[in-house]
């Protein structure tokens, strides 16, 4: 599978939102997306894309030298095809880029294998958030990588 990454787009916001809404129980709005693309100057979106259709998509803020993953996402038809790994290895080059040397991110207690792949990617567990969701009131873990590339 050849998936390609680029920069996300307004374009591209029919796509996400859709895979958003499929994902995520308290999905982001669509006019969130936009506020990122087009007024938050530290966020920074990419989207994965097979034959020129959304298939996955993460976005991030990268201020001073810390890069904060916001969003990682892969439609439910192509999970399984380590779309969401390439994602993050897309986004940890580009934090890298934009002077990031650490990145950290939170992921629900009970979210197993996107604890995996982060574990996997070389993120470590350094804290919990209890309750942070507010739709399970699932804990978030907090987790850091240090050395970015």
Partial sequence: MNVEF???????????????NSCFTTPWSRQSFVYELCQNSFAHYIV?????????YAGMWVIVDEAHITNVAVHPDYRGQRIGYSLMQQMLVRAALRGATKMT?????????AKRLYTQLGFKESGVRKGYYE??????IIM??????
């Fill in 48 to 56: 994965g894309l097979l034959e020129n259709e959304v298939v996955g």
């Fill in 105 to 113: 991110l939170e992921v629900r207690s009970t979210n197993e294998s």
């Fill in 135 to 140: 739709d399970t009131k699932d804990d978030a």
């Fill in 6 to 20: 680029e920069k996300m787009k307004l374009a591209h916001l029919d796509q996400v939102t859709a895979i958003e």
């Fill in 144 to 149: 850091w990588k240090e050395g970015l590339i």
